[in-house]
């Protein structure tokens, strides 16, 4: 099983400002089959990017993923007030699907 | 519009039973590997199982090999989780999740909105 471990477990930003989010995988992560998802309070999971670096429809290019192997990175920039959520990585490359266990990106 | 609508969650009692079902509508079901994904109280995501489009690949997480039955009807755009032998644990919002092929190996594109089960005497 591959163990996804995200890092740090909380970011405190300000709206405008960037944030560089990673997921660091115990094995590497085959054709790159890294996925980000973001998930706000209330609500089910999106998906953000595929493919470690594809963007899902409608993901504005503020968001995008870069990295190969076994260390990812999700960077958004110009921080939105509705970009600030808990964001997941997950590995699909085979079962089973493990998740990292989240990032809470947070209002400073 | 693409959506999925889960259903069926509820109390039950530690060593119960209970069925999840989640229907598809707005795209073509029969073309698209089907997984369920659950989430604990405050806690992360957990991928619980996967069904390829023509049911012919199946996969558990270990935490419910065994338990847990996966399945899907085409005919009536459904998938469906089998949940026996319930414990404290099991404890979660069940999401069903599409991927975008009828092959397994993709991220998950759409998510159902969440049915909460509760497993407590």
């Known amino acids: 099983e591959i163990v996804l471990t995200q890092s740090p477990g909380t970011l405190s930003l300000s709206p405008g400002e960037s944030a560089t989010l990673s997921c660091r995988a115990s094995q590497s992560v085959s054709s790159n089959y890294l996925a980000w998802y973001q998930q706000k309070p209330g609500q089910a999971p999106s998906l953000l990017i595929y493919?470690?670096?594809t963007r899902a429809t409608g993901i504005p290019d503020r968001f995008s993923g870069s990295g190969s192997g076994t260390d990812f990175t999700l960077t958004i920039s110009r921080l939105e007030p509705e970009d600030f959520a808990v964001y997941y990585c997950q590995q699909y490359g085979g079962p089973p699907y493990t998740f990292g266990q989240g990032t809470k990106l947070e209002i400073k | 519009e693409v959506q999925l609508v889960e259903s069926g969650g509820g109390l039950v009692k530690p060593g119960g039973s209970l069925r999840l079902s989640c229907a598809g509508a707005?795209?073509?079901?029969?073309?698209?590997?089907m997984n369920w994904v659950r989430q604990a109280p405050g806690k992360g995501l957990e991928w619980v199982s996967s069904i390829s489009s023509s049911s012919i690949y199946i996969y558990y997480a270990d935490s419910v090999k065994g338990r847990f039955t996966i399945s899907r009807d085409n005919a009536k755009n459904s998938l469906y989780l089998q949940m026996n032998s319930l414990r404290a644990e099991d404890t979660a919002v069940y999401y069903c999740a599409r991927v975008p092929t009828g092959w397994l190996g993709d991220a998950f594109d759409i998510w159902g909105q969440g049915t909460m089960v509760t497993v407590s005497s």
């Open positions: 707005g795209f073509t079901f029969s073309r698209n590997s």
């Open positions: 493919g470690a670096s």
